[in-house]
C-alpha cells in the first residue's frame, strides 16, 4: 500500500467518511503530479496519441474561427490540461501556417506533465487555473479535462461517501445514483465569464452524454484496463461521463454561447479527417493501414465517435467554429 493510500484511510478512519468528490480530488491530484499517465507504458491513450490528425484538425478548427473573427492580433492559444503537449504542438502547426503567432498559455498543475509540455511546446506559460490566464481573446481546447473533475454522487437525496468498513474501503450506501459536478460548473463558469468579457472560441471534447442520466459513470483505469475506482488509491486515474446539457446551461449562465452538442465522428468527419488521412497514407504508403486504423479509432461508433461528444463555446463577438451544423 502507498504512503498516500495510508494517509487517505487515516484521514478518513479520523474524520470520518469522505464524499466520492473529495476522494476523486485527493486521489486525481496525487496522480497526476507524480506520474506521466499516458501511452502504452502508462495507464490510458488518447485522442492526440493516437493520430496527429486530430490535433491537426483542432488547429484547422481554431485557425478558421480565428480568421473569420477578423484574425485578432492579442489572442491566445489555450489549452486545459494538455497531457505531453501533443495536441497543442499538431494543432500550433496548423494555427501557424495560417498566420496565427499568438502566445500559448496552458492550464496545468502536475509538475511531471508540465516538464513533458515544455519540451514539446517551448515557450508556454504556465498557469495554475482558468481564473489566471491574461485578459486576451482565447482560441481553447480541453480534452478530457472536465471528465477528471470531481463529481458528487447521491442517492435518494442523501451524498454518497467513502468509508473505512472492516479496514476496507467502501461506499456507504448504494442504490439508484444521480450525479452532478460543481466542479465542472464551476470551471465551465469561470471559462466562459472570459470569453464573454474578452472574446474567444472554446472547443470542450470529452467522453458523456448529451442530456442528464441516472446511474453510476465512476471508473478507474489502470494499465489500459478497468479497475475497482476503491482499489489502489492514488495510483489510478479516477474519471466520470461528462452531462454535456449541464456543461451547456453552465456556460450560457455565465454569458458565453453553446454550439451543438456533437459526436466526435461526426464532427472530425465534417472538417474533413478523411481527406487528410488520404494526404497522410499517400506521403507515407508505409503507414496506410496505420492512418485508416487511427480514423476508425476517433471516429467510428463502436470506438471513440459516437462515445465522446464536443461542444464549441464562444463569446457574442465571434463566430461559431465550423463542423457543428451539418
Not at 62 to 83: K, M, N, Q, S, Y
Not at 91 to 118: C, D, I, Y
Not at 146 to 171: N, T, V, Y
Request: glycine share 8%; aromatic share 6%.
Amino acid at each position: 500500500m502507498s504512503d498516500f493510500a495510508h494517509r487517505l484511510r487515516a484521514r478518513i478512519a479520523a474524520d470520518g467518511p469522505i464524499g466520492v468528490d473529495d476522494y476523486i480530488a485527493a486521489c486525481n491530484d496525487h496522480y497526476y503530479a507524480t506520474r506521466d499517465p499516458l501511452g502504452a507504458a502508462g495507464d490510458f491513450t488518447t485522442a492526440p496519441e493516437i493520430s496527429q490528425m486530430f490535433g491537426e484538425l483542432i488547429g484547422a478548427a481554431l485557425a478558421d474561427v480565428w480568421l473569420r473573427a477578423g484574425a485578432p492580433e492579442d489572442a491566445i492559444f489555450t489549452e486545459l490540461g494538455p497531457g505531453r503537449g501533443t495536441l497543442a504542438a499538431d494543432a500550433l502547426r496548423v494555427m501557424r501556417a495560417a498566420g496565427f503567432s499568438g502566445e500559448v498559455h496552458f492550464v496545468e498543475t502536475s509538475p511531471v506533465l508540465r516538464a513533458a509540455q515544455a519540451r514539446v511546446v517551448p515557450g508556454a506559460t504556465f498557469h495554475d487555473a482558468i481564473a489566471d490566464l491574461p485578459p486576451r481573446p482565447l482560441l481553447l481546447v480541453a480534452n478530457e479535462f472536465l471528465d477528471a473533475l470531481p463529481i458528487e454522487q447521491r442517492i435518494g437525496g442523501e451524498q454518497r461517501c467513502i468509508a473505512l468498513i472492516d479496514g476496507e474501503l467502501r461506499f456507504t450506501r448504494d442504490g439508484d445514483i444521480s450525479e452532478t459536478s460543481p466542479a465542472r460548473d464551476a470551471a465551465v463558469k469561470a471559462l466562459s465569464i472570459h470569453l464573454a468579457t474578452h472574446g474567444g472560441a472554446t472547443l470542450i471534447i470529452d467522453y458523456g452524454y448529451r442530456e442528464p442520466a441516472s446511474g453510476d459513470s465512476l471508473q478507474a483505469v489502470r494499465a489500459h484496463r478497468f479497475a475497482d475506482p476503491l482499489a489502489n488509491p492514488g495510483e489510478q486515474d479516477l474519471t466520470a461521463h461528462v452531462d454535456f446539457a449541464a456543461v451547456t446551461r453552465a456556460a450560457t449562465a455565465a454569458g458565453a454561447l453553446a454550439s451543438p452538442i456533437v459526436a466526435q465522428g461526426s464532427w472530425l468527419e465534417r472538417l474533413g479527417i478523411a481527406a487528410r488521412a488520404m494526404a497522410l497514407a499517400a506521403n507515407n504508403p508505409e503507414r496506410t493501414q496505420e492512418v485508416a486504423a487511427a480514423r476508425r479509432r476517433l471516429c467510428d461508433a463502436a470506438d471513440m465517435g459516437e462515445l465522446f461528444k464536443i461542444v464549441a463555446l464562444r463569446s457574442s463577438g465571434w463566430p461559431e467554429p465550423a463542423g457543428f451544423r451539418g
